[in-house]
């Protein structure tokens, strides 16, 4: 992709991300959603790990192309080693979803390649927003191909608007689906226990005027059963040369019943959330969270919980692969 030409007021916009220069970083609280739309401007290096960690902003894509943003605009009034510390917390903020270094990687390459003159290294970052916007159109246009009329989808976690800077992955397919006719129905499963399907997804899909029921994760097993749901489409965090796909816990649960019922089970993804360095030997760090966010819906102090942020899909499960450029099916790149 060629890079845009950048001038000093060079602004950018999506649903829930805001860039310029004279401002900086803003960021659409998502832990508010959606009953709360409030938008929170990114003041320090802290703030921007906090709003990661906190998942005021989330979604594989997103979190890169954000964190890339901030460490552009860090970098115009900062030292090169003031910067380098800065790219090397931020790469750290959480680890599963490689979107985070892969991309904060590249703008910092960015940099270096042009003697440390920090325009360039913000200039990648707007580079990345751009270039999702185009692999979201470009991925929704290969998993409509998989389409029939009068889908019945089912979609797990925030794969859309607020998980990337465009129309997103998994839900950028259904967003373009609904829009051809082809999808008459979308079920959110909630996500427990932070409810991206239940607030996020719901959000958008409400936005857009997409009729759909919200289920609690529990009740996808019924619906299939009473063969309610006729494609299921989630996104990815990590996809490993393997393909295992490493996505929001929960996603496991819904690919075996998938199997179980023989339903067809898409994950869509850019090629930017591809890590074919990890080994097969080597295990992904799946994000442990704190056990409040388990609890403390319910006031329970007196137990203690588990609460692992994503989960491992053997490829073995997965129907196809859903990329800019194709639809992969097993044995994926082996
Ligand atoms: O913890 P989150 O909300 O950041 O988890 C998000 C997911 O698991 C998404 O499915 C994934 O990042 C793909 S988003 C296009």
Request: glycine share 6%; with cysteine; proline share 5%.
């Amino acid at each position: 992709m060629e890079l845009m030409p950048l001038t000093m007021n060079h602004k950018i916009k999506s649903l829930s991300l805001a860039y310029d220069p004279a401002q900086g970083l803003r960021l659409l609280d998502q832990t508010l959603l959606p009953s709360q739309v409030s938008w929170v401007p990114i003041s320090s290096p802290e703030h921007m790990i906090e709003a990661i960690q906190s998942l005021k902003v989330r979604g594989a894509p997103l979190i890169g192309i954000s964190a890339s943003l901030f460490l552009g605009h860090y970098s115009l009034s900062h030292t090169p080693s003031q910067t380098y510390q800065v790219y090397e917390d931020l790469k750290k903020a959480r680890p599963t979803a490689v979107n985070l270094a892969n991309n904060l990687n590249s703008c910092w390459q960015n940099y270096l390649t042009h003697n440390n003159d920090p325009q360039f290294l913000l200039q990648k970052a707007i580079e990345l927003f751009y270039q999702d916007q185009e692999l979201c159109f470009a991925m929704a246009k290969q998993g409509v191909s998989l389409l029939n009329s009068n889908e019945s989808v089912l979609t797990y976690c925030n794969t859309g608007s607020l998980a990337t800077a465009g129309i997103g992955t998994a839900l950028g397919v259904i967003k373009q689906g609904f829009e051809q006719g082809l999808i008459k129905h979308v079920y959110a499963s909630e996500t427990r226990p932070l409810g991206q399907g239940a607030r996020l997804t719901a959000y958008e899909l409400s936005q857009l005027k997409i009729p759909h029921h919200v289920i609690c994760d529990n009740m996808a097993a019924t619906l299939m059963a009473e063969q309610l749901v006729t494609k299921i489409f989630v996104g990815a965090d990590r996809i490993t040369k393997k393909g295992e796909v490493a996505n929001k816990i929960g996603t496991l649960n819904l690919a075996i019943l998938a199997a179980h019922f023989k339903i067809p089970f898409y994950v869509v993804a850019p090629s930017t959330t591809f890590d074919f360095e990890t080994s097969d030997d080597q295990k992904m760090v799946i994000e442990q969270r704190n056990q409040s966010e388990v609890l403390g819906i319910w006031n329970n102090s007196i137990s203690t919980a588990l609460n692992p942020a994503f989960d491992i899909t053997p490829p073995t499960l997965i129907t196809g692969i859903v990329t800019e450029n194709l639809i992969s099916t097993y044995p994926f790149w082996a």
